[in-house]
């Protein structure tokens, strides 16, 4: 398949550019997989879709504020950003350096007046660097200082609150960016959703920038996914495969639950505990081993994503929803509506 198989044509006002006030307030498109046939709810309708013997698997990773402004220790007059992407350890992270034709190993850099400093320790063949950390005290703390949360490029207002790009239930520091499907969650609405008798499970996945990485080869197969580091811990496999051997059906909160319970199940459906790194990439022609529903966003034309859901609903199905959507008004990306594959 060829990567403008998946292209469509989006309006920039729809594009949404801030979080809605009431978590819960968007919109919710329904598409039923076996039948195409597309409905207009509301996200709290959620409550009414969901069965008692569901498990509902949310990604439970918390974005870090990975942003950070500084400048080069050799010459304070010349800017520097950098993009944390893995924790490597030690005081290692690999990371994304703007300016990047000067960025060499061996070159130094500060960031809030000294409160932190780094040094290029290695330039990957994929033009990332490697950044050994020195600071004093809790490196979370001074990121949490200094960081900003690292935005999509397509958002270009500025965030207010930081909470706002950062799931409820966040859990596992890691991610450069949010698992956007989740932000439609309150505690109450989660509080609810369990009351009616439907489990809830944790994966891990720390979002990176591969996930949003443009594809940039013709044909789809053959384009590289980075990978990223994914946890499954046995309890909850154990939450998962119960629900499936009750006859309830897993519904994934996000592309990354979806990548995560794919790369963990065996061809039978049995979810199995494991952690690494995963560069798992769905695309249409891919049999689901683990998923029956997603919760999902809308996402951007010719991306991994968009063929992650065609490979679950059907690329013909996809697109005519995207394009209900559209005409329907909808809010598109991180922090717009939401969709209900099932």
């Known amino acids: 398949m060829n990567k403008s198989d998946f292209y469509y044509e989006l309006p920039e006002e729809l594009i949404a550019q801030h979080p809605l006030k009431d978590r819960t307030g968007?919109?919710?498109?329904?598409?039923?997989?076996?039948?195409?046939?597309?409905?207009?709810r509301n996200f709290t309708d959620i409550l009414d879709i969901l069965r008692p013997e569901d498990v509902l698997v949310v990604n439970n990773t918390k974005v870090i504020p990975a942003r950070l402004m500084g400048v080069r220790t050799d010459d304070p007059a010349k800017n520097v950003e950098i993009l944390l992407l893995a924790d490597k350890s030690d005081g290692v992270w690999e990371v994304i350096v703007k300016p990047g034709k000067w960025a060499r190993e061996g070159h130094k850099l500060t960031f809030g007046e000294g409160a932190l400093t780094g040094e290029i320790v290695k330039v990957n063949d994929d033009g990332n660097r490697l950044i050994k950390f020195e600071f004093s005290g809790i490196f979370e703390e001074i990121l949490d200082r200094l960081g900003e949360m690292p935005l999509p490029p397509y958002i270009t207002a500025k965030l207010e609150d930081k909470d706002r790009y950062q799931t409820v239930y966040a859990a596992e520091p890691g991610s450069a960016a949010a698992p956007t499907a989740g932000l439609h969650f309150t505690e109450e609405l989660?509080?609810?959703?369990?009351?009616?008798?439907?489990?809830?499970?944790?994966?891990?996945l720390h979002v990176g920038l591969g996930t949003f990485r443009p594809v940039k080869t013709d044909n789809i197969q053959d384009h590289e996914m980075h990978s990223e580091f994914y946890v499954l811990n046995p309890d909850q496999a154990q939450i998962i495969n119960d629900a499936r051997a009750r006859g309830g059906r897993i519904v994934a909160?996000?592309?990354?639950?979806?990548?995560?319970l794919e790369t963990c199940a065996d061809e039978n459906g049995i979810l199995h505990s494991a952690s690494g790194y995963t560069a798992k990439f769905i695309y249409p022609g891919y049999k689901?081993?683990?998923?029956?529903?997603?919760?999902?966003?809308?996402?951007?034309?010719?991306?991994?994503?968009?063929?992650?859901?065609?490979a679950l609903a059907g690329r013909e199905a996809i697109l005519s929803a995207y394009n209900q959507a559209i005409a329907e008004r909808y809010r598109f990306f991180s922090f717009g509506d939401a969709m209900l594959i099932y």
Do not use: W, Y
């Open 288 to 310: 689901f081993n683990a998923v029956d529903c997603l919760i999902t966003n809308f996402h951007l034309p010719e991306s991994t994503l968009v063929m992650l859901v065609s």
């Open 26 to 40: 968007s919109r919710l498109l329904t598409l039923d997989k076996s039948t195409g046939e597309v409905g207009h």
């Open 253 to 260: 909160v996000g592309t990354t639950s979806v990548r995560t």
């Open 190 to 204: 989660m509080d609810e959703i369990r009351q009616k008798g439907v489990k809830i499970a944790n994966v891990t």
